[in-house]
C-alpha cells in the first residue's frame, strides 16, 4: 500500500487581498511559510519520511514543498498539479469571478472544472506508477485542483484551507480517501 499526503499551499499575497490566481503565480506571505512550517512539525512529529515529492510547476507550490521537507528532498515538478487557469480573470479581484456576481461556474474564459479534474487524475496516475508499494508520498498542489480530484476520490469533500493535508492510501493504484487536517489552523485562529 502506498500513502499520499495532498497538502495545499501556504497562503500567498493574493490569498490575502482575494486576487484570483490560478495560472498566474503569487509570492508565499510570512504566514504561508509560517503554515507550510506547522506541516513539516506535524509530519516530524509523527514519524512521516517521504520517499518521493512531487508538486506543480508553480513557485508558490515548490516553495511550500520545500519548506516542508526542510529542502533535504529532490522532487518533481508536475504541470498537470498546477492550478485552474482563470484565462482573463487571473490577477483580477476574486468579486470579478462570474459565479461570485450570479452567473454559472463554466465560462469559456477560463479552464473547465472537467479537464482540471482529468489532469490531476492524469498526474495521480503519473506519480502513482513512478512509486513502490510501501512508500510515503508528498504532493503539493493548489486549492481548486487539489479539491476537484479529491471530490473524484471522496465525492463529499468540500475545500482545501491553506496548508490542508488530505490522506489517502492507494492499493494496487486505486485510490482511498482517508481523511483531512490542518495543522497551520491554529495560525489563523
Same mark, same amino acid.
Given at each position: 500500500?502506498?500513502?499520499?499526503?495532498?497538502?495545499?499551499?501556504?497562503?500567498?499575497?493574493?490569498?490575502?487581498?482575494?486576487?484570483?490566481?490560478?495560472?498566474? &503565480? /503569487?509570492?508565499?506571505?510570512?504566514?504561508?511559510?509560517?503554515?507550510?512550517?506547522?506541516?513539516?512539525? *506535524?509530519?516530524?512529529?509523527?514519524?512521516?519520511?517521504? &520517499?518521493?515529492?512531487?508538486?506543480?510547476? $508553480?513557485? !508558490?507550490?515548490?516553495?511550500?514543498?520545500?519548506?516542508?521537507? @526542510?529542502?533535504?528532498?529532490?522532487?518533481? !515538478?508536475?504541470?498537470?498539479?498546477?492550478?485552474? &487557469?482563470?484565462?482573463?480573470?487571473?490577477? $483580477?479581484?476574486?468579486?470579478?469571478?462570474?459565479?461570485? !456576481?450570479? *452567473?454559472? !461556474?463554466?465560462?469559456?474564459?477560463?479552464? /473547465?472544472? &472537467?479537464?482540471?479534474? *482529468?489532469?490531476?487524475? $492524469?498526474?495521480?496516475?503519473?506519480?502513482?506508477?513512478?512509486?513502490?508499494?510501501?512508500?510515503?508520498?508528498?504532493?503539493?498542489?493548489?486549492?481548486?485542483?487539489?479539491?476537484?480530484?479529491?471530490?473524484?476520490?471522496?465525492?463529499?469533500?468540500?475545500?482545501? /484551507?491553506?496548508?490542508?493535508?488530505?490522506?489517502?492510501?492507494?492499493?494496487?493504484?486505486?485510490?482511498? *480517501?482517508? @481523511? /483531512?487536517?490542518?495543522?497551520?489552523?491554529?495560525?489563523?485562529?
Amino acid at each position: 500500500m502506498k500513502t499520499i499526503y495532498l497538502v495545499r499551499h501556504g497562503e500567498t499575497l493574493f490569498n490575502v487581498h482575494h486576487k484570483i490566481q490560478g495560472a498566474c &503565480d /503569487s509570492p508565499l506571505t510570512a504566514l504561508g511559510r509560517k503554515q507550510a512550517q506547522l506541516v513539516h512539525n *506535524y509530519f516530524q512529529h509523527k514519524f512521516i519520511h517521504f &520517499d518521493a515529492a512531487f508538486c506543480s510547476t $508553480q513557485q !508558490r507550490a515548490s516553495d511550500t514543498l520545500e519548506i516542508i521537507t @526542510n529542502n533535504k528532498l529532490p522532487y518533481t !515538478r508536475l504541470k498537470n498539479l498546477c492550478e485552474k &487557469d482563470h484565462g482573463q480573470y487571473e490577477g $483580477q479581484d476574486e468579486y470579478m469571478l462570474p459565479w461570485r !456576481r450570479g *452567473y454559472s !461556474r463554466k465560462n469559456p474564459a477560463f479552464e /473547465s472544472d &472537467d479537464h482540471v479534474t *482529468y489532469r490531476m487524475i $492524469q498526474a495521480m496516475d503519473e506519480i502513482l506508477n513512478a512509486t513502490h508499494e510501501g512508500e510515503k508520498i508528498l504532493i503539493v498542489g493548489h486549492g481548486t485542483a487539489l479539491r476537484l480530484f479529491t471530490k473524484h476520490v471522496n465525492p463529499v469533500f468540500s475545500a482545501y /484551507s491553506n496548508c490542508e493535508i488530505v490522506k489517502m492510501t492507494a492499493q494496487n493504484n486505486v485510490l482511498t *480517501y482517508e @481523511n /483531512s487536517f490542518t495543522p497551520a489552523l491554529e495560525l489563523v485562529n
